[in-house]
């Protein structure tokens, strides 16, 4: 169902910038899941704002609070509701801005297509929508325990982190403000961060996800191929310009003497570039994939533009923004992953008759 | 709904490489629309095998045949179904892969998920199964005659089309066998496809997308967006392995100051790095995106590999195979973004009370 | 998509008998109606318990608290949540049946199919689920002012309502308790349902519902036709065990000649025992059908039952129950019907390019 | 999605009256399952007519073919694709009515829909849709050997099968042409047929459905109970006018103390008025639901009418035609509940994770 994540596993979510709450309804999650709310809560601190220098200021708790579904610790298989209160809403900083088109912001598209809009924070635009997603998929990461997810911040403008995953120690993302298991790569990128606020601008990045440990045999084709629905997901994060898997747009230059994975004997591959799935369906490798973020579009410097009757105007980021979306990024990449997962590998299970006999 | 194409407007297919036919059932395309049979036959022309010299020699006819919902040139609104039969279908070319698992392919992940397969051909895991998506395809485009696309290949290996698309002339994307605009380009790009076919070998290239005329307001926030929707369609396609849209990756490097699309009076933007996407919405500027492929892992060479048992095995690709898939990807790239153009653009017509009052 | 309500216009929900709260989400509900808040209140209070002597004397506020997709009295397009905080949840009640199996409970499926279940007060099979449909169908209401929908209850046990629909006055139905517009009959059936009640037990009965106004056009055939998803929806109602339309079961019983319904020259018909729908497509005429209800399951006398184990045991009814359910299902059935045609209506606005040519 | 049956395992299916086929398509049929294809073809032979004198003496072979989807005698899990070809389309039988409306007929309300409709027998209103049905249900079957379901025709007009199913020898069904096991009654229902099918007239009747062998635990509250989608299934049936399961209408007429179903120690119910569902799952015990059919429209008489223009206007039935419709409903009726059965019986796979762990 559009407008909707997941096509078996489902979350339908709510919830505007400035509103009241944001929230979401987890629909036929399995029964019989133990549920630690701690690591949900853990996963929504990492996506908090105001956890470090180089991310907004703004402050809120972000605390979930589950209303059904869960009983004795223990998921019912019944509607999983959750909500998460908006605490800090200074709503004037947004009045100067009802009538403004901001540029690279969608107040322009929401008003052609709607004929309204809640302008505060962007409403419905903003990226704090995501705390659902992250909220969906922390606990789907406790319906698959067995599943490692790691990504980190590969690229912030032009520093990356030139090692391939193989070589980074994923203990480490968190080490740092920006993400990066490589702490010499990190220290630029926070650098460059701490740079770029201080010039009221802001920069964009590249998240990688590696994904561990997925069973042979999850994803759908044809038209709900495992890559295909982590890309959907992924495109629909704000700020979210690309995605590619395995080889990616570097595969796109070599040959296929080059490219082919050979198989061992136990049908693992030598190489990888194919990124652990084929036709669609995942093949035991690890599967791994980089998402690109644009620079944030909120600014601290006079930009023109103009307001919703085509007069120009000057508008200037107030209040608190992130200088890069990259670091706040991880989690909800992680945790979008993990519930895209969930619902192919649900799906799975009545796909082969031999399963059930 | 899983394994289906688009949420409204959608279609169901069916279909392996080496069986009867393929074919397949567009449910919920309104009625009244008068379609021209011969435009969707030329689509399916271009997709078709034996065209040229730089793809697969396999011959096959791929004529479509209506069988409901089209009554006297118009649709009644009732499910379209539609049928397409395979003629050349050399399966004994196939016999010796049965029990073979080939580099780079689905037979593995197939068997493994399935616990069977129709190994003819790659049978459901075979790129054939597009021609049912430009069938489907190039029906949207009769829905929405005034939306432009163009489709045309800007990169095989490592020979790229350096113009940007607002200095090609689409007109002439036909023109040679490799679908690239820049007739200096393309016969670089074809004598490097040569080269390779004559290696026995296989490359990789990107196809870029530019869609005009798009009305403001297509996309569904928050899990519909229309850079979402078209990136689950493309890696949908056999052998994608990236899509960016807009600035895409390139745009992860650059800063706010730079990338923000500024408007002018009539809304338009000044400079358009958002790839006419805001917010998931349209904003009426150009929608350009670009899609990778790999190689095709087909290749005339002897490669090692495994049968279904572990078993070390030696397998030759024979048969007639494409050295390189992005001239005949280039009508699929653009049918396919119709479709999903289209289903957006009906359910569009329901998000607005004003615009039935 | 199932365990939701709706194709596109589309309802989630969550909420358990006794736990925090019930609440939903609505998908899809175009921007630009205004709402009336106190509208969407007077049909929960139609349906709130301890309205009435002849319902349970069990006390709710049942207070709707809407939290995002309303912005300045008008609906934004986006998701739409809404929240009602369970108050008086005498938890202890339930304790007792905690390992019980009630006779025509779900205790025993909900803990074979889930292998736990929050056995308070029924936990999810609650009824009081219903509270989250009224809240959905009383918003679609205002999506279709000129839609007029009438349910009222046509027999309590063997006391019937024997005047035809079109000799009732609905603006009487509030009258009454019973929720029946013919005074003479309501009075019969309130005292069936004081006396059933003084003896612990419970009836069933039947509601009608009369639909006026329905534009022609509504309903999709073949699989989602106007009747079906009425049936659907009806089905899904505790305690409800049958659906009828139009001419119903009496319908089975008729001739062809005494069925069918001849048209006047402006395409209404002389009669109407189809119901207002051919072909599963409104035709302009009143719809109207009728409901069956089961009497309660829960009576307060002692019943012979059995435990998780097998072991038999006496279980008792205890807290405060319907003795009939019919008058509180009256705005049940009516809101629920309100959300199908909308759903329906949104669908029809794509179905026909000329609507929108 | 609407316009398609079934939730997961969906079937979506195309063809016109007099078009040139019919058929659909089988999305997520599990693979491994062995197909006997006389077995599908004995159930399309049941719906066929011109199998005996009280039918419709239209000729069709009606010959299902597999396009897709099972190879060498198993399905894939890729999607099955089927074709089953119109051969007696005596268009010119309906030139008459091509701007008519007949009476309780779908002609007037898709023309207002849809602004065309193939009117050749009805095109797609035309019962002969259910055909696809048949074959998908077919399948289903297959996948569950274990259920037993047996429908037979309960009552044509008056005349009424007094024995509970309890006592009826379903082996005897189709020993007579009406379906009815009982002889007596099937000798009184097939004069009462030849009857009214001499008079020019048509009449109605009920089909019964008994479902043995159902697991406990099929069924998904709270939008997808069992009853809700085996209701919406049966009320998408041509002609179908109501449905009621367990106790029915007659339910609404009882105490709770007569209706509630007492737990035997393996907990079987010592009666079965729930018709065994509860809470909208299956709990072990028949499952059982009566469904009724109103008389065919098409009467071998002269009606008043009007055409398109609102003219008064004369028609009548010509062509061959069903006097009643119960005995062809009957494989139609136990084939939708096989795949409304199939469909809830592969999501109950997915709903609790201790099937999996």
Known sequence: MFNSLGNLLNLTTFGESHGIAYGGIINNFPSGVEINLEKIQYELDRRKPGQSAIVTQRKESDKVKFLSGIFEGKTTGTPIGFLIENENQKSKDYDHIAEMYRPSHADFTYDQKFGIRDYRGGGKSSARETINW?????????????????????????????KPYQALDFSKTENNDVRCPDAETAERMIARIKEIKKEGNTIGGTVTCVIKNVPVGIGEPVFSKLQAELAKAMLNINACKGFEYGSGFCGAKMTGSEHNDSFNPDFSTKSNLSGGIQGGISNG??????????????????????????????????GRHDPCVVPRAVPIVENLAAFVLADLFLINKTRNINQFK
Chains 1, 2, 3, 4 share one sequence.
């Open 134 to 162: 992250v909220v969906a998929g922390a606990l789907a990461k406790q319906l698959l325990p067995e599943i490692e997810i790691n990504a980190y911040v590969s690229s912030v403008g032009d520093i990356f982190c030139e």
């Open 285 to 318: 490798m690890d599967i791994y994939f980089r998402v690109a973020f644009k620079p944030v579009a909120t600014i601290l410097r006079p930009q023109e533009s103009v307001d919703k009757y085509g007069n120009p105007v000057i508008v200037e980021g107030k």
